[in-house]
């Protein structure tokens, strides 16, 4: 069967079709999802979640060769890597150069990712932190409700919050954050005028992990991870409350 291109919250991924490109579908009514078509991982999502690709197709020998004859497709995004000194640890600072793909290498298994947002109410005012970690098809969402304090209080916190959540420190480990004082404060790019201790806190735990860099993504442009980390850190503030959930990507 041929691999055609869609998107799927905001990712390109390949999608399993019949000869006359209609999607292949189980005994649910789920098609078959796979985010590089040399990779062995197939997800089950519902087709009205897949759009085509506005962007144009991709070249015909990709969009249908079969999942194990095309290993150059879907490549996982180029990064620009800078590095700063924190705390005797070198934290890189990554630019992503392909938002849409941001969490592919997360889903692939190749690094476990962290999505935080902070968000303050008055600022200072009620304010909550909110966090995603993705590895695989397995996703950890947290909700902080942290009272009355500062925006930047907030972003660093949901960043805490989810690191100590995260069990297997040797993986390659991803933060990303819409916040440039977060990356500024902990990598040491920018100097700590505020929340010295909360900062020093953080970066004692960033020893812990051996391979770990910050991303930064643009606030409130779309980004699946980004807003839903954001919608996150509001939902404590509205809700009152703290809370860990687990699930699986797409549900």
């Given at each position: 069967?041929?691999?055609?291109?869609?998107r799927?919250r905001?990712?390109?991924?390949?999608?399993?079709?019949?000869?006359?490109?209609?999607?292949?579908?189980?005994?649910?009514?789920?098609a078959?999802?796979?985010?590089?078509?040399?990779?062995?991982?197939?997800?089950?999502?519902?087709?009205?979640?897949?759009?085509?690709?506005?962007?144009?197709?991709?070249?015909p020998?990709?969009?249908?060769?079969?999942?194990?004859?095309a290993?150059?497709?879907?490549?996982?995004p180029?990064?620009?890597?800078?590095?700063?000194?924190?705390?005797?640890?070198?934290?890189?600072?990554?630019?992503?150069?392909?938002?849409?793909?941001?969490?592919?290498p997360?889903?692939?298994?190749?690094?476990?990712?962290?999505?935080?947002?902070?968000?303050?109410?008055?600022?200072?005012?009620?304010s909550?932190?909110?966090?995603?970690?993705?590895?695989?098809?397995?996703?950890?969402?947290?909700?902080?409700?942290?009272?009355?304090?500062?925006?930047?209080?907030?972003?660093?916190?949901?960043?805490?919050?989810?690191?100590?959540l995260?069990?297997?420190?040797?993986?390659?480990?991803?933060?990303?954050?819409?916040?440039?004082?977060?990356?500024?404060?902990?990598?040491?790019?920018?100097?700590?005028?505020?929340?010295?201790?909360l900062?020093?806190?953080?970066?004692?735990?960033?020893?812990?992990?051996?391979?770990?860099?910050?991303?930064?993504?643009?606030?409130?442009?779309?980004?699946?991870?980004?807003?839903r980390?954001?919608?996150?850190?509001?939902?404590?503030?509205?809700?009152?409350?703290?809370?860990?959930?687990?699930?699986?990507?797409?549900?």
């Open positions: 069967m041929p691999w055609v291109r869609r799927y905001g990712n390109k991924v390949w999608v399993e079709t019949d000869a006359a490109e209609a999607y292949v579908l189980d005994e649910r009514g789920l078959h999802l796979r985010y590089k078509p040399d990779d062995d991982r197939t997800y089950s999502v519902r087709p009205k979640e897949l759009s085509p690709v506005e962007d144009g197709p991709p070249p020998a990709a969009a249908t060769a079969a999942p194990d004859a290993p150059d497709a879907a490549p996982a180029k990064r620009r890597t800078s590095r700063a000194r924190t705390s005797d640890r070198a934290v890189a600072e990554v630019a992503p150069t392909d938002p849409d793909d941001l969490d592919v997360a889903l692939l298994g190749k690094e476990l990712q962290v999505w935080t947002d902070g968000a303050s109410s008055g600022n200072p005012g009620p909550g932190a909110g966090a995603v970690l993705l590895f695989r098809d397995r996703k950890k969402e947290v909700s902080v409700f942290l009272g009355d304090t500062t925006n930047n209080v907030a972003e660093l916190t949901a960043v805490r919050t989810a690191l100590q995260v069990r297997k420190r040797d993986l390659p480990v991803r933060v990303l954050t819409d916040s440039t004082y977060v990356i500024g404060v902990l990598t040491g790019a920018m100097k700590v005028k505020a929340n010295a201790e900062v020093a806190s953080i970066r004692a735990e960033l020893a812990d992990f051996p391979d770990l860099a910050f991303v930064k993504v643009d606030a409130h442009s779309g980004v699946t991870w980004n807003e980390a954001d919608a996150l850190a509001r939902e404590a503030i509205t809700q009152r409350r703290s809370s860990v959930r687990e699930g699986t990507v797409g549900s």
